[in-house]
């Protein structure tokens, strides 16, 4: 993998990390520490796995 797709592919994952505990937020009025951990886990996930598995 090129340096700039890797890059890319770190900053994507953190991204994720970062949307699921704000819409979470959003939605509820509250950060709530389940939905931080959900979102480093889909994040961690994203980052190992990459765009290309598991197939959804």
């Known amino acids: 993998?090129?340096?700039?797709?890797?890059?890319?592919?770190?900053?994507?994952?953190?991204m994720?990390?970062?949307a699921v505990p704000a819409a979470a937020a959003i939605v509820n009025g509250?950060?709530?520490v389940e939905f931080i951990?959900?979102?480093a886990?889909?994040?961690f996930a994203y980052?190992?796995?990459g765009p290309t598995w598991p197939p959804l």
């Open 1 to 14: 993998m090129r340096r700039s797709a890797i890059i890319r592919h770190r900053v994507m994952a953190v």
């Open 16 to 18: 994720i990390a970062v």
């Open 30 to 32: 509250q950060l709530d």
């Open 37 to 39: 951990v959900l979102g």
């Open 41 to 43: 886990l889909t994040g």
């Open 47 to 49: 980052w190992y796995w």
